[in-house]
């Protein structure tokens, strides 16, 4: 507009450009707006389950699209609200979904609630043909697993609780299943079958199962557990509590013949775990191992199948040099050994009567994490260097060795007869 009031060509091009502008923007809430129901409740999946729910003030359009999202998670300790109020809520939200599937279900609960409440909501969340539940709660939370059982559609199961008992069905068959985490928090998790069989035997069949990890969780009552699982291919039993005063009697079967990653730490139990091992490449493996259970563990090792494809073996605790070398006979394609903890022997005069087969013909690296310098530790570096036909390396990273008990030690290894390369270093933890 010029100084005289007129309007002038330029300010119409202005205009127009605004109008276009207004226009597109309009466009665009409009391409959103008019989106299937599904898609914007798949976006809205992306939000926390709070902000979700406030879009439904943006227009009349919008009031009702979170009720489309696929993913639901929720915390108790979030909402800031007393526990009747949180379960009330939960449930709102889960009977005014129109998803007809919801992919991902995650429950994080701090506080302590009925176990039979807690069922009414897995059983609300198993009708909707869910993907993924994750079930969490720091206190006490025992529940029965019967409608997430029944629920085919399941691919990952994951509870994690604390101090709580966990009801099986005797017969379990997840057809969909491809990753089960039974976690406990603080304090060991129980699991037990609720049947009529006195017997009390447990079989959980998963055709397509790939990950089982199962940490300080007991078989209460239980005396056979078997994992029918072909296809599985990563297995980790984590024990770290001391289960004396929690006896297991359960002998746990997992028949699965592909496993190729292998993690057991474990205090000795009175449980007895079966799995092929014959493919497993790698394999970790964490013992509390002393004299006192000494005979508990070598019946514990004598059960284990051969490790006929493992290439890397880790040792991740305290060992006898005993097991270690019942472990070794049973791993004939061994490559790598590492050893993150001094090695002893509960047995004297120290005797090596059996070569291991890997020593022959596979075995290359061989570390020592934390080599104390103990005549028996001593005594089994030596027996590898002199016994290993293909050995590339052997490292001591040396535990508490300074001075002139340094050079002692170091003088002793390159005094062995080998052919292959020696490394030292100081032990640094890490």
């Known amino acids: 507009m010029d100084s005289g009031g007129f309007v002038t060509a330029r300010d119409r091009q202005d205009e127009s450009e605004c109008s276009k502008r207004q226009k597109c923007s309009q466009g665009e809430e409009d391409r959103i707006s008019n989106l299937p129901d599904f898609i914007i409740g798949h976006i809205l999946t992306f939000l926390r389950f709070k902000d979700a729910i406030r879009t439904s003030v943006l227009s009349q359009r919008w009031i009702y699209m979170w009720t489309y999202i696929t993913k639901l998670g929720l915390h108790d300790g979030v909402y800031q609200i007393n526990k009747t109020t949180f379960i009330n809520f939960v449930c709102r939200m889960l009977l005014h979904l129109n998803a007809s599937n919801i992919n991902e279900f995650h429950l994080i609960l701090e506080e302590k609630y009925d176990p039979y409440i807690i069922g ?221 903890y001094p090695i002893y022997s509960a047995k004297k005069p120290l005797k090596f009567a059996i070569v291991p087969e890997c020593f022959l013909s596979t075995l290359k690296v061989v570390r020592f994490a934390k080599f104390a310098g103990g005549q028996q530790e001593f005594s089994f570096a030596k027996f590898v260097m002199e016994k290993s036909q293909v050995l590339e390396s052997i490292s001591f990273s040396c535990y508490k060795l300074r001075g002139a008990k340094m050079k002692k030690v170091k003088k002793k290894i390159f005094s062995v007869k080998r052919s292959c390369n020696i490394e030292f270093s100081d032990h640094l933890d890490t």
């Open 120 to 340: 009414q909501l897995i059983s609300l969340v198993s009708n909707k043909k869910i993907k993924v539940i994750s079930l969490r709660s720091i206190n006490e939370c025992s529940i029965s697993c019967y409608p997430i059982f029944k629920c085919q559609s399941l691919e990952k199961l994951e509870l994690a609780m604390g101090h709580s008992i966990i009801q099986f069905p005797s017969f379990v068959c997840l057809s969909s299943l491809t990753a089960l985490y039974l976690v406990a928090i603080r304090n060991p998790m129980k699991i037990t079958c609720y049947s009529s069989n006195q017997s009390k035997e447990l079989t959980l069949k998963f055709p397509v199962l790939r990950d089982y990890i199962s940490c300080d969780c007991i078989w209460l009552d239980v005396k056979r557990v078997t994992i029918d699982a072909p296809l599985l291919e990563k297995v980790i039993i984590d024990r770290q509590w001391d289960y004396s005063s929690n006896v297991s009697h359960a002998e746990i079967e997992i028949r699965a013949s592909y496993v190729t990653n292998y993690l057991y730490r474990s205090y000795v139990s009175s449980e007895t775990t079966l799995l092929d091992a014959a493919h497993v490449a790698e394999a970790s493996i964490y013992l509390s191992d002393d004299s006192k259970n000494l005979a508990p563990m070598e019946h514990y090792l004598a059960d284990i199948s051969a490790f006929g494809m493992l290439s890397n073996l880790c040792i991740s605790y305290f060992v006898t040099i005993e097991n270690l070398l019942c472990l070794l006979l049973k791993s004939p394609c061994l490559e790598t050994l590492v050893l993150k």
